[in-house]
């Protein structure tokens, strides 16, 4: 789901969950969608990565119009890039 929605522009955030005790697999996996998507492009990865589903809610809860705002301008940026 999170490839869908980052390559077609939607906001998202990415539950970083589990795999051996380790959240490595999942950061790594999101991680290269991020790279590929924002290619030369500097991003927080905090805007799409959090480490719990507590801490998720919590997050869009408090700051979804921020959280929103912030991607939808990642976003355009490429965009505005990828037409020059």
């Known amino acids: ?5 980052v390559a077609n522009n939607i906001s998202v955030i990415q ?4 795999v ?6 999942y950061y790594t ?3 290269g969608v991020l ?3 924002f290619k030369d492009q500097y991003y927080d990865e905090e805007l799409f990565f959090s480490l719990s ?6 997050s869009v809860i408090n700051n979804l119009e921020e959280i929103t705002f912030n991607q939808n301008k990642l976003f355009n940026e490429q965009k505005r890039k990828m037409r020059k």
């Open 20 to 25: 051996l005790e380790n959240k490595t697999y």
């Open 53 to 58: 589903v507590k801490e998720c809610f919590n």
């Open 15 to 18: 539950i970083l969950k589990d």
């Open 35 to 37: 790279n590929q998507v």
């Open 29 to 31: 996996k999101s991680k």
């Open 1 to 5: 789901m999170f490839v869908f929605t």
